[in-house]
């Protein structure tokens, strides 16, 4: 029998998953921001701090919070292992395992894109392997977690 959602459950996934998505925003701006800095565009040379600091700032708030929610999201579902089943927290993995393979892809789409016109620079190809790595960190640890020890299996 598949528990009942809980309203904690539900705000508990709810704001993992905004932490995720904004802390993966937020990685991939403060990496091209990096990229940016050390490969400049001739066109547009001008740098700000903020480029940066904003990203930081944002991950410094956002990482500790996804930790503390997945957290307790893992000790209920150890308690109640039942609770792995939730309907939240499926359309969760599957919705994030569809974001990260769409990126990935559009991403691969872009590539090839840019290189079969000619205009590939290495300033692109960092961002691209940027948003691929992290697309596909967060793709494997979700699909690893849809089949892991601590989620019954589906039948």
């Known amino acids: 029998m598949t528990p009942k959602t809980t309203p904690k459950d539900f705000f508990v996934y709810l704001g993992a998953t905004i932490a995720l998505y904004a802390g993966a925003i937020a990685l991939v701006n403060l990496f091209f921001a990096v990229i940016d800095s050390a490969l400049p565009d001739a066109l547009s040379p001008y740098f700000t701090p903020s480029a940066i600091a904003w990203p930081l700032s944002i991950l410094l708030v956002l990482i500790p919070l996804l930790y503390v929610l997945e957290w307790a999201a893992k000790r209920d579902m150890k308690l109640m292992p039942e609770k792995a ?22 991403d691969l789409i872009a590539v090839i894109n840019t290189y079969l016109g000619g205009e590939i620079t ?3 190809v960092w961002k691209a392997l940027v948003v691929v790595v992290v697309a596909g960190v967060i793709f494997a640890y979700y699909l690893l977690e849809r089949f892991s020890d601590v989620a019954p299996r589906v039948r």
């Open 85 to 106: 089943e939730l309907w939240v927290r499926r359309w969760r993995i599957f919705l994030t395992l569809f974001l990260a393979g769409a990126f990935i892809a559009g």
């Open 122 to 124: 290495a300033r692109f």
